[in-house]
Every structure is written in structure tokens, then in C-alpha cells.
């Protein structure tokens, strides 16, 4: 990173800080595990199938819950990239960035 004369590293990481600061707008529900694995042996065959029903929807949410984490992921990685370009930008002492 290029840092122009006078302008300290403190400077630097208070921006970077307040920068890092700002809260990550996550929309990314966590899925619940259905209770039935723990619950012990089927009683009947009614309950086996219910469980794997609730086994498949559950793999169903896993599957999109990480999907949402892996785009939420991208989008702060851009925005923080993004800070970081106009950061610089300023730091070199450009007036528009």
C-alpha cells in the first residue's frame, strides 16, 4: 500500500478499523437439524419415512444456507476490495477517487 509523507500508520489503521467496523448485512438463516436422528430407533415405518423426509428438506436448507454464506462472502471480500481501492486512491492524494 502506498502511503504518502505525513500520513501516519496510525491514520491508516484507524481507517482500515472504522472500515471493519461496519456491520456485514447477513441474510443467511442457519438451518435447524431435525430432532428425529436423535431420538433413537424408529418405532414404525411411518416414523422412518417422516425423519428422512425431514433429512432431505434439512440437506435442502444445508445445501442453500451455503450457498448464501459462500455469496455473502463474495460481497464483503468486493465491498472490503472496493475500500481498500479508494482508500489508496485518497492516500496518494488524488481529490476523486
Do not use: H
Not at 3 to 28: D, E, I, N, T
Not at 34 to 62: A, H, I, R, T
Amino acid at each position: 500500500m502506498f502511503l504518502p509523507k505525513g500520513l501516519s500508520r496510525r491514520a491508516v489503521v484507524a481507517a482500515l478499523l472504522f472500515s471493519a467496523a461496519q456491520p456485514a448485512m447477513a441474510y443467511c438463516s442457519r438451518p435447524t437439524a431435525p430432532s428425529c436422528p436423535v431420538l433413537g430407533k424408529f418405532d414404525s415405518e411411518w416414523e422412518f419415512n417422516s425423519c428422512k423426509s425431514e433429512m432431505e428438506s434439512y440437506q435442502s436448507d444445508v445445501d442453500s444456507y451455503v450457498s448464501c454464506l459462500s455469496r455473502e462472502s463474495s460481497s464483503v471480500i468486493n465491498e472490503y476490495n472496493e475500500a481498500v481501492e479508494r482508500f489508496n486512491c485518497y492516500a496518494r492524494g488524488s481529490s476523486f477517487c
